[in-house]
């Protein structure tokens, strides 16, 4: 029941999540179903291409911050942080997914669900769909590992600018900022991102998967430390006390 479905097609995967409504928001079930995929695909060796996609109209609007499961109200500090750390732990497994990823992105991709696109070695946005990141409006830092992999896509001033700003980026802007690779018409991402997979699918599947660790092993050496993941709780913890005072 987690909302997330995996269909091979040759060498290539597609993997959907989708909540039935909410605006495909990531809600704690959805997450674990996420994160438990990840690492299923990691360990088929007869897929080549993982393909990552939300509904037909919304890749997701975010984090479901009236999910109860994510925060554990009431619930001890060790056990509140390791809930809270989910998101983290799910975009850290789509990370080290060992074959190359393409996400296919349709309508809003915001907070949480940005950062899930951005773990993605590629990303197909259709013409209406934009990112957003609006953490820092919220009262928190961009956590889930998205801080690192925003700056790799486009540089420190434009992380900074996108995140101080809460810009709303388009595809054409995303294509122009290297946040994304392909631009295509609304409703043909997924149809696009499956077609460039099988492309690529058609590569020695070893050759792939090493090529990208090298890269990733290359480029990512000052990844935050492992203590990040909690700036997520602690941040929570910290509007939690503001609104009781």
Sequence with gaps: ???VSTVSEGAVATLRF???GKANALNAELIAGLESAALALA?????AVVVLTGTPSIFAAGVDLR???LWKPGAGDVERAQAMNAGGRMTDAWRRVPQPVIAALEGPVIGGGAILALTADFRVMGASSYLRFPEIRLGMTLGWGGLPLLVERVGSTRAKRILFCDEKIGADEALSLGLCDRVVTDGSTETEARSWAAGVAEAPSLALRMTKAAIDAETRQNWAAASEGDQFYLARRVLEDASHS
């Excluded at 360990?43 to 897929?47: E, G, M, N, S, V």
């Design 43 to 47: 360990q088929r060796a007869d897929i």
């Design 67 to 69: 999910d109860e499961a």
């Design 18 to 20: 989708d909540r039935g």
């Design 1 to 3: 029941m987690s909302g």
